[in-house]
């Protein structure tokens, strides 16, 4: 019977939560390669993704790759990028948790069921300006917790845009 109890927990956390490393400089300078994260698979259960969060998906061209990245756009927006600087639905983005610049994007509509995510290191970054807006199907989890190396250990918040 206990080992019944511990299966039944063991994969009971593995549904909710996994970890996951980091691989790039994609998300620098706020996620660097080679650290490790815990992910919450259950963080969607209950509702959607939101602008600045960042997670972890499934690549839409090769289901054998895991991205991170933050989310940027929800469906049904229209991004584009002029001069450095993110517009949503014609206003411009506030992104402080970005380095260096962002390369022009034409208008892009972000279909209902898929996201647009970029890296924090627009330079060094493939992402849905590259491959096109991410389906919501392909997304793991949410980004809970930076715990290795431990000298870096902190929580992963989400940047929050005021309404």
Avoid: C
């Avoid at 909710?16 to 706020?30: H, P």
């Avoid at 993704?49 to 049904?76: E, M, S």
């Avoid at 584009?80 to 993110?86: A, C, H, R, Y």
């Avoid at 590259?130 to 917790?145: A, K, Q, T, Y």
């Amino acid at each position: 019977m206990t080992l019944v109890v511990a299966l039944l927990i063991f994969f009971g956390v593995q549904a909710i939560i996994e970890s996951r490393v980091v691989e790039g400089s994609s998300m620098e300078a706020n996620l660097h390669d080679g650290q490790r994260l815990i992910v919450v698979k259950a963080a969607y259960w209950f509702g959607e993704p939101q602008r600045g969060d960042v997670i972890i998906f499934t690549h839409p061209d090769d289901p054998q790759r895991t991205l991170v990245k933050r989310v940027i756009g929800l469906p049904g927006e229209q991004i584009e990028i002029q001069d450095g600087v993110v517009y949503i639905d014609g206003s411009p983005l506030d992104e402080p948790y970005i380095t260096g610049t962002t390369s022009p994007l034409s208008r892009t509509a972000v279909p209902e069921g898929y996201y647009f995510v970029m890296g924090d290191n627009r330079q060094a970054s493939s992402d849905s300006r590259s491959w096109g807006p991410l389906p919501e199907d392909n997304i793991i989890g949410r980004v809970w917790l930076l715990y290795w190396p431990l000298s870096d250990w902190h929580l992963v918040r989400g940047y929050s845009y005021a309404d």
